[in-house]
T-cell receptor, first 112, second 113 residues
Framework: RKEVEQDPGPFNVPEGATVAFNCTYSNSASQSFFWYRQDCRKEPKLLMSVYSSGNEDGRFTAQLNRASQYISLLIRDSKLSDSATYLCVVNGSGGGADGLTFGKGTHLIIQP | DTAVSQTPKYLVTQMGNDKSIKCEQNLGHDTMYWYKQDSKKFLKIMFSYNNKELIINETVPNRFSPKSPDKAHLNLHINSLELGDSAVYFC????????????FGNGTRLTVT
């Protein structure tokens, strides 16, 4: 089983819709969880951290389910500018050089 | 001011050549990293450098060698370039090892012909 796994998509979603995607992780000892966003031909940037109690930042909601070992990202009222690849990042998943382990990303396309 | 800067942005070279990519961070972070993002967009850690301790991903060929003259710089030297080395290489830094947020440079797109 891969350490951090995501559905690569692409998810094609109409503007204004709500979209959600998950990420599963294999190491139950993982401690910290994040969502990064990467625009085409750009560097990844932190979108939000994921806290145990769940957290919200504007239209974005992140949740953690430790029992099932997955995190989720929900985007409400999606905008064209939300089109990007969303990378799930887990700390403590691989040890050694990894530190932070990235998933392969979920590609989201918001359509007008 | 750019927090993490890497040069060059584009690098086109022939097989067998040796090349270097430079990275500098002005954030005062303790840890720097090199990541490789291949054509399938998968970001893989290559090296972590923290307080003069180098942690190497064992899957990285020894043709790749990081060089850190000081805490603010981590350069990547690649010997005997191969076609499969073509990718985007990202430098990043964080306050401490394994912590988020990672601050990435804007990447170096390496093409080996």
């Amino acid at each position: 089983r891969k350490e951090v796994e995501q559905d690569p998509g692409p998810f094609n979603v109409p503007e204004g819709a709500t979209v959600a995607f998950n990420c599963t992780y294999s190491n139950s000892a993982s401690q910290s969880f994040f969502w990064y966003r990467q625009d085409c031909r750009k560097e990844p940037k932190l979108l939000m951290s994921v806290y145990s109690s769940g957290n919200e930042d504007g239209r974005f909601t992140a949740q953690l389910n430790r029992a099932s070992q997955y995190i989720s990202l929900l985007i409400r009222d999606s905008k064209l500018s939300d089109s990007a690849t969303y990378l799930c990042v887990v700390n403590g998943s691989g040890g050694g050089a990894d530190g932070l382990t990235f998933g392969k990303g979920t590609h989201l396309i918001i359509q007008p | 001011d750019t927090a993490v800067s890497q040069t060059p942005k584009y690098l086109v070279t022939q097989m067998g050549n040796d090349k270097s990519i430079k990275c500098e961070q002005n954030l005062g972070h303790d840890t720097m990293y090199w990541y490789k993002q291949d054509s399938k967009k998968f970001l893989k850690i290559m090296f972590s450098y923290n307080n003069k301790e180098l942690i190497i991903n064992e899957t990285v060929p020894n043709r790749f060698s990081p060089k850190s003259p000081d805490k603010a710089h981590l350069n990547l030297h690649i010997n005997s370039l191969e076609l499969g080395d073509s990718a985007v290489y990202f430098c990043a830094s964080s306050q401490r090892f394994g912590e988020s947020p990672l601050h990435f440079g804007n990447g170096t797109r390496l093409t080996v012909t």
